[in-house]
């Protein structure tokens, strides 16, 4: 136990340092990444201002969302991606099975998915270190936007959802890797789960402003990746706790226990079928 | 008991059949045809501990998914192995701790760090002691002649400097067998030799069992007695070194030096002429013919000086895989 939890250490380690080799690249990226959410909020400003339904209280509200509910579901659901969003696992899965990459795991005492997995928490601490300046700034920019103070067992409650969703965004893009074992190019259906993500987990617009199709949304894994802890802030029915937040919080452990499942069910058969062409 | 024992070991790829042009690429979206390669085709063999056995065939003969069976990279489609004691494809930990796959044309270094970043994850997936670690460094890198380079990010390093980096990574956790596929292809003659003199001193010394495939003869007989000549996905010949040339070579090379400063015109009568050199020739003839061409040449000729020797392992093996599609047997002497 303590030589696995020492070996794991310094995966992280190694892979931190590696992440570090081209840390001017990385944070350029980061930085980058932060374009659109500046267009975003002038986006949803435009959509606002030519909105002509009023609520009670004679705010314009689009679907029960005013306009300051929106820029901070927005910021929340843009909060919630970047634990849940993978770039390059399944790609890079995909080109360690065609390139023979994959041999490591296979003839060296390591598990594949347990080394991808610390690979990509160092992936994502360097990713926070560089982040968390413009996050925290845009944050504070749009505080008013925010409609409450969240309390401590609450707050818990989106910190849990937030790793969840990291373990439900990783389990899922690698599950997508590992069909590479069997297709070996898996860069369209990347392409297809990655527009699909970006509509059904809440990423792009609420998942209550899909009408009936969101009733059906809500019982795929997918909203688990940036519409659950935007709902836990914004505290939408179904998302506080005494009121169904608790189930909700375990229907995500129990995906996340499927999708291990899955995940090494599709190992186990991949390498059966592999067969290490090319030298 | 052997460390290698290999019974009835078969591996079918079934692979996808692109007939040439567009048209037959539309029809495969329709209509796939599939046929089924036999990379490796019943083959047995035993390789005894501390044993170093060279693997030896032509490209897509087989050697590579012989030794990616053993290392439990890939599933047999028949047939056993017992491999220290470990069936390969069941990929227990207690078999990866003890073997090492090389492969000379893959790195499994970090492309961007120190080598010695590498080896501390080895370190830490195979589970060493640190102070072996430390001696098993300092060792591998002396022998290796590597000392100041492990510091030095991979990319950085030539491609010789980079496979003295695998080796010693491959070697770090003392694994009792060696699988190495064509560990020296693309190096240089200094690199080249660096390496076979490192496995060389490193086998004798540990009695390890080392199994390696090499289009390089100077590796193979430089390093190994005993060599599995495999193609076609089957063996056609398992045994010491040095009988290959005899068993498969059907021609020998007669030197002759011929008294006076010239040779003779019609020395194609004797036999193909391979190089002449005035007086000296070399003649290229028919195993069987040999005595008769020697008497016909003592004869004819004053000579000073002549020798037969058998054709060098690379032209005998060249003969061999030029022409695979007979049977091997029929060219017993």
Known sequence: MLARARTNWVILKTCLEERFVYRADFAFATLVRFLPILTQVFL??????????????????????TYHEMIAYYLL?????????????????????????????????????????????????????????????VFFLCRNYFPRALDGPTFLALVLALMMGFLTGFLIEALIGLISFWFL????????????NYFLSGHMIPLDWLGPIGAWVQFLPFKYLAYVPAAIVLGKPGYVLGG????????????????????????????????AFGG | MPAISVRNLSKIYRVFRKREGLLASIRG???????????????????????????????????????????GLIFPTGGDATVLGHVPWKRENAYRRRFSLVMGQKNQLWWDLPAQESFRLHKEIYRIESDQFDRRIQELTELLEVEDLVGQPVRELSLGERMRMELIAALLHSPDLLLLDEPTIGLDVVSQRKVQQFLKYYQKERQITVLLTSHYMKDVEALCQRAIIINEGQIKHDGPLEEIVDRFSQHKVIEVQFAGADVPEDLERYGEVLETLPPRAKLRVPRQDVPTTLN??????????ISVADRPLEEAMAELFTDSGKDSETRLP
């Open chain 2, 296 to 305: 016909a040449l003592l004869d004819r000729f004053t000579i000073e000086d």
């Open chain 2, 29 to 71: 979206l329709f209509h796939r045809e599939y046929e089924s390669i036999h990379a490796v085709d019943e083959i047995d063999f035993e390789v005894q501990r501390g044993e170093m056995v060279a693997f030896l065939g032509p490209n897509g003969a087989g050697k590579t998914t012989t030794l990616k069976l053993l290392s």
């Open chain 1, 77 to 137: 659901a843009m909060l919630a991606r970047a634990f849940s969003s993978m770039p390059g696992l399944a790609s890079g899965i995909a080109r360690d099975v065609r390139d023979g990459t994959v041999k490591k795991y296979l003839t060296q005492p390591i598990d594949m998915l347990g080394y991808l997995f610390w690979h990509r928490i160092a992936h994502k601490l360097v990713y926070y270190v560089i982040a968390t300046g413009p996050f925290a700034l």
């Open chain 1, 185 to 196: 190019e898996v860069s369209s259906l990347l392409f297809i789960y990655m527009m699909l």
């Open chain 1, 244 to 275: 169904g937040l608790e189930q909700q919080l375990v229907i995500e452990a129990t995906w996340i226990s499927v999708l291990l499942v899955l995940n090494r069910i599709a190992f186990a058969r991949g390498v059966r079928r592999y067969g």
């Open chain 1, 44 to 65: 949803w400003g435009a959509i606002y201002a030519g909105a002509t339904a009023q609520n009670a209280s004679g705010e314009t509200e689009l679907n029960n969302y």
